[in-house]
């Protein structure tokens, strides 16, 4: 059967310092390059030197999952705290995660448990938003699909696009199965926004829309199509297009490149995997996902959103995590880790699971959890980073980090930094303010190999 469980829109209640101002500065050319130039491209060769990773998948599970019930049990707190979820042991020895995660349990020798996570904003959009990009949104919760992308900031998978480019035959950043809310190409523009899919790969007639010429369109038409679209733009390239024009003119060529090129709709159809293999990552929205992520990151594709929602449990949350959210949950990422490894692909292959927030430890009226930001659990592995590690611990009820507590700055540091991105460049908004790629934080040392 395919999970067709999950809907789509009914899931939830500058200062600068004296280094980025080098980096402001170095816009020379070889030709003429400046003190701050060749600082700045030092650096950068530095950091893309450094890069572990070809590729990150970042799997947003939307709303909010229990770290308390999944990955951060507290079996002798009180039972409004624990819940009814038993801790079972790991292939790792003193490594404990919930029973609800069997398959995990099997593999957490391949990846790290970030326990110490910790930011403010404790709600949906806004929250996601921050986690997204890194920066606080400049938008109430809920009105961010009415802010227009050029107020708001890049999101990862912009950045690491406009950073990285382009690899193979398919866009250098996808989202499946549709977008992953607030953050986009923000005030860089459309050009780095995603390639959206808004489409499931669990269903039966999966297919990319637009990716294939229509039927009634003949091969030579199309032909003929190409040359009086590649005559036109030569007419526009004559008249110096800028602006809307000169994007468009690359949309266009881009999805020409998809739409004729066999590796790219090879890459996108699941269908191309053996039963087998599609049966062991899951017969669902996640566990298909993630094989389709692992097809575009063998494709070329630089960063894949996998956005998987319903996890606002405010009533239900045991139920809800025992029976619907967690067992695809489980096998998808269980199997992407394994199956990449397994490819020789996981050292190269950055893989990121966290939702915008996690639950309050104290259960609610309603068998339910609340919002709650300041601790949560990330889970990363490949690209860099430490195999069966446990980092941060947090308080008797889940509450707060008693380590270190790390920010998304530090996250998404952390993560810039093992894709060779060197977060400390800076960009300017249309109104000419200089926004750096990461606005503060360090980077997360204990998680990396």
């Not at 957490?108 to 949104?137: C, E």
């Not at 250098?172 to 959206?196: D, L, N, Q, S, W």
């Amino acid at each position: 059967m395919f999970d067709k469980t999950f809907g789509v829109d009914s899931r939830f209640c500058d200062r600068i310092t004296r280094r980025r101002m080098l980096r402001i500065g170095g816009t020379g050319v070889l030709g003429s390059l400046s003190l701050p130039g060749l600082l700045h491209l030092q650096a950068t060769a530095a950091t893309e030197q450094a890069a572990k990773a070809k590729a990150c998948i970042f799997i947003m599970l939307e709303g909010g999952p229990s770290h308390i019930d999944m990955w951060d049990l507290k079996p002798e707190a009180p039972s409004e705290i624990r819940g009814p979820f038993k801790p079972i042991s790991t292939v790792v020895p003193g490594t404990q995660i919930g029973e609800i995660l069997p398959l995990c349990a099997k593999v957490v020798d391949k990846f790290t448990i970030l326990r110490s996570h910790s930011h403010a904003d404790n709600a949906h959009q806004t929250g996601r938003h921050w986690v997204m990009t890194g920066y606080p949104p400049n938008f109430p919760d809920g009105q961010a699909r009415g802010v227009p992308f050029n107020e708001l900031y890049p999101s990862l998978g912009s950045i690491v696009a406009r950073e990285l480019g382009e690899r193979g035959s398919v866009p250098p950043y996808i989202e499946v199965p549709e977008p992953m809310g607030p953050g986009g190409p923000g005030f860089y523009g459309a050009k780095y926004a995603p390639f959206t899919i808004n489409n499931d790969p669990a269903q039966p007639d999966f297919e990319v829309r637009d990716l294939n010429v229509p039927e009634s369109v003949a091969e030579d038409r199309f032909a003929r199509r190409r040359r009086l679209l590649e005559r036109a733009e030569a007419l526009g390239e004559s008249a110096k297009a800028t602006g809307k024009a000169k994007t468009m003119a690359s949309y266009y060529e881009k999805a020409v490149d998809l739409v004729t090129s066999p590796e790219a709709r090879k890459a996108f159809d699941v269908r191309g995997e053996s039963a087998a293999v599609r049966e062991r990552y899951g017969l669902t929205s996640i566990g298909q996902s993630a094989l389709l992520a692992r097809r575009l990151v063998e494709a070329g594709c630089r960063f894949i959103g996998i956005s998987h929602g319903s996890w606002d449990t405010h009533t239900d949350n045991f139920a809800s995590h025992e029976k619907a959210l967690v067992p695809p949950t489980d096998r998808a990422l269980s199997t992407l880790v394994s199956d990449l490894d397994e490819r020789g692909m996981l050292d190269e292959t950055l893989i990121v699971m966290m939702g915008e927030m996690g639950r309050t430890p104290r259960i609610n009226k309603d068998a339910g959890r609340d919002h709650w930001s300041q601790c949560q659990t990330v889970i990363l592995a490949g690209g860099g980073i430490k195999r069966g590690a446990v980092v941060g611990a947090s308080d008797k009820t889940a509450s707060i980090p008693v380590t270190q507590p790390y920010g998304v700055q530090d996250l998404l540091r952390t993560i810039f930094h093992l894709l060779g991105v060197d977060a400390d460049k800076v960009y300017h908004t249309p109104l000419g303010r200089p926004v750096p790629i990461v606005n503060g934080g360090k980077r997360i040392d204990e998680v990396l190999a």
